[in-house]
């Protein structure tokens, strides 16, 4: 059984930092692309960013792109996500996925691409 487990969320004032983690069970987790995708209140569900299944291509989403960074560690089976900068309107419900291909060529930002889903961890930026 493949899970996901997020973590590392909390409430911090806009301009401060965070990191998020998620711990990959049940699959061989070196294999397969990663993405962090987030939810806010009355949203849809969007795309933040995306790593490769060796860790040498990224991709971020526009709001995003200078402010965080997603890195992982394959010897832990961890995905990361260093939010700096942070914004009220990161405020939101973060989620990792992983792919349902393994070794992607290209990264994808479609959720359809993901196979399996964590729960999610709360980020809360204050103004």
């Known amino acids: 059984q493949v899970q996901l487990v997020e973590s590392g969320g909390g409430l911090v004032q806009a301009g401060g930092s965070l990191r998020l983690s998620c711990a990959v069970s049940?699959?061989?987790?070196?294999?397969?692309?990663m993405g962090w995708f987030r939810q806010a209140p009355g949203k849809e569900r969007e795309f933040v960013a995306a790593i490769s299944w060796n860790g040498i291509n990224t991709y971020y989403s526009d709001g995003v792109k200078g402010r965080f960074t997603i890195s992982r560690d394959n010897a832990k089976n961890t995905v990361y996500l260093q939010m700096n900068m942070l914004k009220p309107e990161d405020t939101a419900l973060y989620y990792c996925a992983a792919d349902s291909i393994g070794m992607r060529a290209v990264l994808s930002t479609r959720q359809g691409s993901y196979l399996y889903w964590g729960q999610g961890t709360q980020v809360t930026v204050s103004s």
């Open positions: 049940g699959r061989t987790f070196s294999s397969y692309a």
